[in-house]
């Protein structure tokens, strides 16, 4: 197990239900965001996270779960992801033991899902859960979205008294719409699911206030930590992973070099080719000090 920290960030190299049991204190979190592996075969850097049996995946889930339920305050908030074919399991587990105020569902596009014989899962499933449900977090008015029957069609809700244009903004509903990240996205990093930018802030805006502490206990490429540094929150990411902690150390700034090596964000294929220019294409483009051009 290795330790970095620095101005309130810290980062675990080591496994999540060590890291948990020893190196975490009991109600000490007030905001927790668990993207587990999903038992579905993903390649995380050698690492397939396929377990011999169902049993055997879900039986090591609960063991986590309760652990992370055992670090929340009172007054603490989860929320936890997981494939759409275990989250029945998850919500049963976890409903025995916190309120589920939500069931959320993440849906984005996807062009490479080509299902041919039934549907291509376009969705992953969030469960927004609390130990309390008379006393958490919640800052609706930081998370408000467009209300387009308001702010659009200006429709008259004249169930009021003067009758009024509808709101132009509310609180988002169950279903969320972020674009998966790509290979050409900025926030792009090297790593098999990814989570979004934007994902992260909503989730970390409502349910956490500045100075507030958010853990992840599967960090990947520590979004969780970046955003929350990002919002001026605390964090603690846990990763497994020598190569993502390598991510997170630089995403968070903590470190400038890992064993002798520079840390920097890996250069993508299509940044280290040569494009053509001409007149025409010229103002799109930024030269780039290596001669390669990145579009603007």
Known sequence: MKIFEYQNHKIINGDSLEVLSNEVLDNSI?????????????NFNGHKDKWATDDDYLNWCYKWIDLCISKLKPNGSMYIMTSTQFMPYF????????????????????????????????????LFCVKN?????????????????????KLIDYRKNPPQVYSSE??????????????????YENHPTQKPIAL??????????????VLDPFSGTFTTSFVAQQLGRKSIGIELQEEYIKIGLRRLNLAEEYNGEKLQKEVRTFENQKIPI????????????????IHK
């Open 30 to 42: 007030d905001l927790i965001f668990v993207d587990p592996p999903y038992n579905i075969g993903k």
């Open 91 to 126: 919500d049963i587990s976890i409903r025995k033991k916190m309120t589920i105020l939500s069931r959320l569902v993440w849906y984005y596009d996807s062009s490479g899902v080509q299902a041919k014989n039934y549907y291509g899962s376009m969705y992953e499933p969030i």
């Open 133 to 153: 449900p008379d006393n958490y977090t919640f800052n609706a008015n930081d998370i408000l979205v467009e209300a387009k029957t308001g702010a659009k069609r």
């Open 170 to 187: 509310k609180v988002p509903g169950n279903v969320w719409e972020f674009a998966r990240v790509r290979y050409r996205m900025d926030e």
């Open 200 to 213: 992260l802030e909503r989730i970390i805006k409502a349910s956490s206030n500045v100075g507030d502490t």
């Open 278 to 293: 001409n007149v025409q294409t010229l103002n799109l483009f930024d030269e780039q000090p290596n001669g390669t051009y």
